[in-house]
């Protein structure tokens, strides 16, 4: 079983534009890592604000 803990942003920068994605870090079983919610990266501002409010979530649902 995999263990959601949290999200983060993944920054792609090979042609010298900043350009980001969401995803999902996962820890614990076979296959831990970070998982994307999109597989585009693009340079919306949006991505910071999804991240901070997926966290929060989170965050406020853990006990």
């Known amino acids: 079983m995999q263990h959601l803990d949290g999200a983060e ?5 090979a042609d010298a534009r900043d350009r980001q994605r969401v995803t999902m870090r996962f820890s614990g079983g076979d296959a831990p890592g970070n998982i ?3 597989k585009i990266y693009t340079s919306s501002a949006n991505h ?3 991240t901070e409010t997926i966290n929060a979530w989170l965050d406020a649902h853990r006990s």
């Open 9 to 13: 942003l993944q920054s792609n920068s």
């Open 36 to 38: 994307p919610i999109t």
């Open 48 to 50: 910071r604000i999804v």
